[in-house]
């Protein structure tokens, strides 16, 4: 946070306090099952995923793995061209 006080002008507290409301609205999206779009970094959302059923190798043990959501991250093409590049 201190670097980003630095880059704006802003003091700490304001940039704390500009980060919880973000991080607010952020999660109350993906609770909502939204789309987030973070400019110039990628797309944030909530993926779900089915139950399944695996088998333990060693005793053929079958186990229920239960439905579940799980958020993902789609970097933009920028981001993953300048982590190539690095």
């Known amino acids: 946070m201190i670097s ?7 003091t700490r ?3 704390s306090d500009l980060m919880t ?3 607010a609205v952020i999660v109350e999206s993906l609770m909502n099952d ?9 797309t944030l959302e909530v ?4 139950e399944r059923v695996i088998v333990h190798p060693r005793t053929g043990e079958r186990n229920t793995i ?3 959501k799980q958020i993902g991250f789609r970097p933009t093409p920028t981001l993953k ?3 190539k590049n690095q």
């Open 81 to 83: 061209d300048e982590l």
């Open 13 to 15: 507290h304001q940039v």
């Open 34 to 42: 939204k789309t987030v779009t973070l400019q110039g970094l990628g």
């Open 66 to 68: 239960p439905a579940k």
């Open 21 to 23: 409301a973000t991080n």
């Open 4 to 10: 980003i006080a630095k880059a704006t002008g802003m």
């Open 47 to 50: 993926k779900h995923k089915n």
